[in-house]
T-cell receptor
Framework: AQSVTQPDIHITVSEGASLELRCNYS??????LFWYVQSPGQGLQLLLK??????LVQGIKGFEAEFKRSQSSFNLRKPSVHWSDAAEYFC??????????FGKGTRLHILP | DTAVSQTPKYLVTQMGNDKSIKCEQN?????MYWYKQDSKKFLKIMFS???????INETVPNRFSPKSPDKAHLNLHINSLELGDSAVYFC????????????FGQGTRLTVV
């Protein structure tokens, strides 16, 4: 069965520092991969997605993610975080059966 | 225009009551979902409908009954509410087949007292 693992429950970085949020998936075929962000009290907003092609995908708000098939990973990166990036980040996989499975999320804290 | 809208945004009710949450999408998507987000922020799929047909039912108690009058609407009715039903419920829609990104509503915070 497909699954998504986000090994870090909380991540704290200083404003202006670089960021990498980890995501590993389990799925037999080529997955559809997503990163969503949830700000406090808000719904989920799509940051970026990978379906096929270039394994480095660019998203909104300066985020990017790289699909590495050999590592079953889809890590999210940002070169320089802003205080407004503090939020909950969810990695998700779409498995072609009308199901999108989410990881348990990583809470990002930003130090001033 | 809001792409996926759900109402109400907040719902406080007593144990044993029956309540409904409504969801509508104007994106022309074929697939709609209900997710439950618990106090630890874990998002778990409950149901998925494609063109008004139930596709996924993830071992949700039968007190939860989704209803899709047309492919733009997916309502969630909950009977005999229990304390453990307190959570944020998100409606979402996508093109379907798991490859289209899901668009989420703003959530309904259900509190059972």
């Amino acid at each position: 069965a497909q699954s998504v693992t986000q090994p870090d429950i909380h991540i704290t970085v200083s404003e202006g520092a670089s960021l990498e949020l980890r995501c590993n998936y389990s799925y037999g075929a080529t997955p559809y991969l997503f990163w969503y962000v949830q700000s406090p009290g808000q719904g989920l907003q799509l940051l970026l997605k990978y379906f096929s092609g270039d394994t480095l995908v660019q998203g909104i708000k300066g985020f990017e993610a790289e699909f590495k098939r050999s590592q079953s990973s889809f890590n999210l990166r940002k070169p320089s975080v802003h205080w407004s990036d503090a939020a909950e980040y969810f990695c998700a996989v779409g498995a072609g059966d009308d199901k999108i499975i989410f990881g348990k999320g990583t809470r990002l804290h930003i130090l001033p | 225009d809001t792409a996926v809208s759900q109402t109400p945004k907040y719902l406080v009710t007593q144990m044993g009551n029956d309540k409904s949450i409504k969801c509508e999408q104007n994106l022309g998507h074929d697939t709609m979902y209900w997710y439950k987000q618990d106090s630890k922020k874990f998002l778990k799929i409950m149901f998925s409908y494609n063109n008004k047909e139930l596709i996924i039912n993830e071992t949700v108690p039968n007190r939860f009954s989704p209803k899709s009058p047309d492919k733009a609407h997916l309502n969630l009715h909950i009977n005999s509410l229990e304390l453990g039903d307190s959570a944020v419920y998100f409606c979402a829609s996508s093109r379907g087949q798991g490859e289209g990104e899901a668009f989420f509503g703003q959530g309904t915070r259900l509190t059972v007292v």
